[in-house]
């Protein structure tokens, strides 16, 4: 998924796009993660999806696409803006009928595109992506491969959606 520029024009200066700052992503996504509570989050309303997602652009200055995890068990259960080194953030918290909870943290980050790839933060895993505007952590807690697995398919589902 690495994204040129695109050739440049006789005469033109490209400048480089950085790598995206992988030790922080992580550090905010799994935090944020570790400490989010029901309470604290938007919840879904009457707009639904598209409602949240308008809240979100409001607060991040960009539009901002609300995943659905829905054919993986997990429901919305609400979002949050947090603050990041590189402005708002937004963290979307998914839930399974046991509790089990998943989230998606989305930061701006102008920066080369990064695969979806696998990083294991204490006990939380991970996989981050990052497009040429924004970097995404999935984070829960897996238990073996197959859960590894299972929250790699969800990733790249999401990848799917928010690059539509």
Not at 58 to 76: E, H, I, N, T
């Amino acid at each position: 998924m690495v994204r040129g520029e695109g050739a440049p024009i006789a005469g033109q200066q490209v400048a480089a796009r950085p790598s995206i700052d992988t030790a922080e992503l992580m550090v905010r996504a799994s935090m944020a993660h570790v400490v989010s509570r029901d309470d604290e989050l938007r919840t879904p309303t009457s707009g639904g999806s598209a409602g949240m997602g308008d809240y979100l652009a409001d607060r991040m200055g960009k539009a901002v696409r609300v995943p659905s995890l829905d054919s993986f068990g997990y429901r919305l259960v609400g979002s949050r803006v947090l603050p990041d080194t590189n402005g708002p953030a937004a963290q979307f918290v998914f839930s399974d009928e046991s509790g089990k909870k998943v989230s998606l943290y989305v930061r701006g980050e102008q920066a080369n595109g990064v695969d979806i790839t696998y990083a294991l933060a204490d006990d939380l895993s991970m996989f981050y992506w990052n497009d040429s505007d924004r970097s995404y952590a999935m984070v829960t807690r897996v238990d073996d491969e197959r859960g590894r697995e299972a929250l790699l398919t969800a990733a790249k589902a999401v990848f799917g959606q928010l690059s539509q």
